[in-house]
């Protein structure tokens, strides 16, 4: 580990993430599948494992699946916890404005078990299991645990919205950043107020306002659009929705169809799913949740839990979360091998 600390310091970004291309398969919680992220490993770029919304034993099952299918480097991205303040009435509230939604999935009534977060147990998975690289999104994690991770000769790469929140992160010591335009999709990774600056403007905000390696993500969905980021002073880019529908995929079909079938201006930023900011395909859910209480993040989230995976049973994609980026219009199916060749 001391070595790899060293190594480090006289190499380029893409050496030190031990990759052939600038790009980075984006992180996708319940998405990203072992043979996903492996597939991004194995075309020269780095994959990601999504593991926001899994245990600590989970997370390393995950990582040894992809040790199994893949000797390349590949991170794994964790979501900071929050602790947001919630009141019984506030989360009651909640509930019964999803009643209605429920009913027309022939739920009368249901659980919602309030998920808790396994982050400490996984930074000492990724730590006891080798992992390289470790991205995260939604905050910054405490000194001791960035100490921890750095001592431990892994690799961290923050998420930032604004330039305010990437000053933030190379504060707190973290090596590389990512600069998320608000065309990008899944959840925004906000953790300072809450700003939808798109990438033409946020790039080089942040690149003038810090001194660590700046990565690209958000809309980017071709090989110009790749280019024109790298030209701009990204020392690599990050790619989600472009992938989504891939073979690898751990997408839902009827997810997948509805983002090969979308048209431009087909996606819309709310917080009804989770009670956090994220982009996705705009179906009835998210029009019925208009002017709805919603209870904050991550409590929505597990109110909402059981009715998309009900809607998805079903297959009722209007009641499903379809989280895609602003170029979702442009993505294709094929495996993730074709679509990354397509970038290079
Ligand atoms: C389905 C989906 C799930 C996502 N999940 C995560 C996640 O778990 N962690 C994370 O840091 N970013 C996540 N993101 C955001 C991506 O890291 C990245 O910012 C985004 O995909 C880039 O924009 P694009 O989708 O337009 O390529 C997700 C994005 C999508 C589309």
């Known amino acids: 580990m001391e070595s790899r600390k060293k190594e480090r310091a006289i190499m380029t970004f893409i050496d030190m993430l031990g990759i052939k291309h600038p790009i980075i398969q984006a992180p996708m919680a319940g998405v990203t599948t072992p043979q996903f992220v492996a597939a991004a490993a194995e075309a020269g770029v780095l994959g990601s494992v999504g593991a926001g919304y899994l245990s600590a034993e989970e997370t390393r099952d995950f990582i040894r699946e992809v040790k199994?299918?893949?000797?390349?480097?590949?991170?794994v991205?964790?979501?900071?916890?929050?602790?947001?303040?919630?009141?019984?009435?506030q989360l009651d509230q909640a509930y019964l404005a999803l009643q209605?939604?429920?009913r027309k999935l022939g739920m009368s009534s249901w659980k919602a078990h309030l998920s808790e977060s396994d982050f400490d147990r996984q930074v000492d998975v990724i730590i006891e299991e080798d992992v390289p690289i470790c991205s995260f999104t939604f905050g910054i994690p405490n000194q001791k645990t960035i100490q921890k991770l750095k001592n431990a000769g892994v690799l961290l790469i923050g998420t930032a919205t604004t330039k305010e929140e990437a000053i933030a992160v190379e504060k707190a010591g973290v090596d590389a950043v990512v600069a998320q335009g608000s065309e990008a999709g899944g959840h925004r990774g906000s953790f300072i107020g809450e700003e939808h600056v798109p990438?033409?403007?946020l790039l080089p905000s942040i690149i003038e306002a810090v001194t660590i390696p700046v990565i690209a993500a958000g809309g980017i969905a071709n090989k110009e659009q790749l280019n024109h980021q790298l030209l701009r002073g990204a020392e690599a880019v990050q790619i989600g929705t472009a992938l989504l529908a891939t073979e690898e995929s751990g997408a839902h079909p009827l997810y997948k169809q509805a983002v090969l079938e979308a048209a431009e201006n087909s996606t819309v930023l709310t917080k009804a799913f989770s009670g956090k900011s994220a982009r996705g395909i705009r179906n009835e859910f998210i029009d019925i949740m208009v002017g709805i209480p919603i209870a904050p993040y991550p409590y929505q989230n597990d109110l909402t839990k059981k009715i998309r995976s009900e809607a998805a049973a079903l297959g009722r994609p209007e009641f499903m979360s379809l989280w895609a980026g602003e170029s979702v219009h442009e993505s294709a199916c094929g495996t993730v091998k074709e679509i990354i060749k397509k970038f290079i």
């Open 77 to 89: 991205n964790l979501f900071i916890p929050e602790n947001n303040e919630m009141n019984q009435e």
């Open 199 to 201: 990438l033409a403007v």
């Open 100 to 102: 209605p939604i429920g």
């Open 68 to 75: 199994k299918l893949t000797g390349n480097p590949f991170a």
